[in-house]
T-cell receptor, first 113, second 112 residues
Framework: DSGVTQTPKHLITATGQRVTLRCSPRSGDLSVYWYQQSLDQGLQFLIHYYNGEERAKGNILERFSAQQFPDLHSELNLSSLELGDSALYFC????????????FGPGTRLTVL | DAKTTQPNSMESNEEEPVHLPCNHSTISGTDYIHWYRQLPSQGPEYVIHGLTSNVNNRMASLAIAEDRKSSTLILHRATLRDAAVYYCILISGNTGGFKTIFGAGTRLFVKA
């Protein structure tokens, strides 16, 4: 158990819909990262937040957005969903920035039908 | 963007050392080399990281080439529980922004 929690574990929805994935970092960790893992694209970095502020963006689509709240939990919002958005979405946290060890959550499996 | 190249798969016998290579010929001076592994049905797990010098921890050793264009993750005695996909990752903290670039990973098979 990494100490990072993600909800829900599984999510099934239809094309065009919007969903929100939630992540609670380890106690004391200020950084939260979001990743997408699909069969054809592998593990892709989406975005990094540190203490409520966006710090880095990777291959995140404009239809996706994220935020980190004052209690440090984070949400990833995915809208206008397409079949290709079906993937595992991982959240990770670390004490500070990207040079630190990241602890990954168990992931949310999103299926878009 | 700096990329990493790893073999698709490797095989090892149990209790033998394993050397997992990674090429990162376009690495920049501010890129850290991280290794993570992913066991089936789990999120990635941190293994080790370094910048320039070789590093050891309880899980593994990381050998970094002098020119930093390649590195090798060393598992000293492979066990069946080490069967996983191993990712070599460059994490950049330069002023251009933080980036985390994953390689395709090496799937390690461990034979009993």
């Amino acid at each position: 158990d990494s100490g990072v929690t993600q909800t829900p574990k599984h999510l099934i929805t239809a094309t065009g819909q919007r969903v929100t994935l939630r992540c609670s970092p380890r106690s004391g960790d200020l950084s939260v990262y979001w990743y997408q893992q699909s069969l054809d694209q592998g593990l892709q970095f989406l975005i990094h937040y540190y203490n409520g502020e966006e710090r880095a963006k990777g291959n995140i689509l404009e239809r996706f957005s994220a935020q980190q709240f004052p209690d440090l939990h984070s949400e990833l919002n995915l809208s206008s969903l397409e079949l290709g958005d079906s993937a595992l979405y991982f959240c990770a946290s670390s004490v500070r920035g990207l040079g630190n060890e990241q602890f990954f959550g168990p992931g949310t499996r999103l299926t878009v039908l | 963007d700096a990329k990493t190249t790893q073999p698709n798969s490797m095989e090892s016998n149990e209790e033998e050392p394993v050397h997992l290579p990674c090429n990162h010929s376009t690495i920049s001076g501010t890129d850290y080399i991280h290794w993570y592994r992913q066991l089936p049905s789990q999120g990635p797990e941190y293994v080790i990281h370094g910048l320039t010098s070789n590093v050891n921890n309880r899980m593994a050793s990381l050998a970094i080439a002098e020119d930093r264009k390649s590195s090798t993750l060393i598992l000293h005695r492979a066990t069946l529980r080490d069967a996983a996909v191993y990712y070599c990752i460059l994490i950049s903290g330069n002023t251009g922004g933080f980036k985390t670039i994953f390689g395709a990973g090496t799937r390690l098979f461990v034979k009993a």
